[in-house]
Nanobody, 116 residues
Framework: VQLQASGGGLVQAGGSLRLSCAVS????????INWYRQAPGKQRELVAA????????NYADSVKGRFTISMNDIKSRLYLQMNSLKFEDTAVYYC??????????WGQGTLVTVSS
């Protein structure tokens, strides 16, 4: 599985961005999709998760009600819709998937900068 993230950029506080992650390879083996982020000087943290079998989602408390994780029907595109962005959302965002054999794959990261 190969992942290619895009959609980052500079946005004012209160604005919106949609991150996208193109998926190629053995898409049908994917069980879980995740978005992580890493702010300068901080550890990488899980922002949002989606289980492709159940459709259940989980979000970090800091983004609940503002971010939405999704994917298209054929698992070729993963998305993270980010609304009401805050300065503290500034980070490099990474898409991540786990397949049915619990192997994980990472995209290269896309930078989101929120100006206050």
């Amino acid at each position: 599985v190969q992942l290619q993230a895009s959609g980052g950029g500079l946005v004012q506080a209160g604005g919106s961005l949609r991150l996208s992650c193109a998926v190629s390879g053995s898409r049908n083996s994917i069980n879980d999709i995740n978005w992580y982020r890493q702010a300068p000087g901080k550890q990488r943290e899980l922002v949002a998760a989606l289980n492709t079998d159940s459709g259940s989602t989980n979000y970090a408390d800091s983004v609940k009600g503002r971010f939405t994780i999704s994917m298209n029907d054929i698992k070729s595109r993963l998305y993270l819709q980010m609304n009401s962005l805050k300065f503290e959302d500034t980070a490099v965002y990474y898409c991540n998937v786990q397949d049915r054999w619990f192997k994980t794959y990472w995209g290269q990261g896309t930078l989101v900068t929120v100006s206050s």
